[in-house]
């Protein structure tokens, strides 16, 4: 990674960096995985369960020292550079609130009727892209199957993403906020990274979220998995070019200098 900001000047320019939570953890130089302190901007302490939904007064994060406080080397970037990701904070919102579904309950038949490409792992964790998320939004049905608590977090859930997590943001933000995490204690889902930041960072969010957004990174996610599904799950060279190569052929602005010459009729 440092080889990488290095060859585009990073250094120069001081670019604001919005991407993947684990890209972010790169570059600050954080430990991998759910680790205690996985927060660049506090010391929020992952195992304390039982405080997360309560206590908001956690101590800043002054200092980025290895070995200390789940860093384990410099940081590459500032951490005031970090834009929080909208999409990927849907995702983890997502993702916790089906979790702590129940697994035997109508939610679950319905989704694996819904998606019915989707194995049964990524339905029980909650792993789902974003136009799947947008096809379970305006889905009426989908709210039928809930109970009167997983109808709750689910509308709390959608208020937010037609309201905050977008282009649109509502001057009562921080209150609908307040009542998705409410809704979401009730429900048992467990508080994730991503929630923290709704929780405890809510002043780090930029004041539009919609001009900020890593829709290339979730349109890559889309196009590899097609080509995952060409070459059943086998990861090699051929199919990284074939995916260069439409790229390349995807741009309806290259000029090319040779000409076809067969005759369509």
Known sequence: MKILLNAMKYS???????????????????????TK?????????????????????????EHFLPGEKSISHEPLVLPEKIILPPLHIKLGLMKNSVKAL??????????????????????????????????????????????????????????ICENFLGNKKDPNYKELVSNLLSSYQHLGARMSLKIHFLHNQLDFFPANLGAV?????????????????????RWDPAMLGDFCWMLKRDNPQVKHKRKARAKLF
């Open 12 to 34: 120069e320019h001081q670019w604001e960096i919005c991407g993947d939570l684990k890209v972010v953890g790169i570059l600050l130089g954080m430990q991998k995985g759910f």
């Open 37 to 61: 302190y996985c927060c660049f901007l506090c010391l929020w302490y992952s195992r304390a369960t039982k405080e997360h939904y309560v206590k908001t007064d956690w101590p800043v994060r």
């Open 102 to 159: 129940n697994k035997d309950g109508q939610v679950f038949l319905y989704l694996r009727q819904k998606f019915p490409t989707l194995s049964d792992a990524k339905v029980k964790e909650g792993i789902f892209i974003g136009p799947q998320i947008k096809a379970m939004l305006k889905d009426e049905m989908f709210l039928t199957k809930m109970t009167p608590v997983e109808s709750e977090a689910w509308n709390a859930f959608k208020t």
């Open 213 to 233: 957004s890593v829709e290339h990174g979730e349109r890559f996610h889309q196009d590899i998995s097609k080509m995952e599904r060409n070459y059943q799950g």
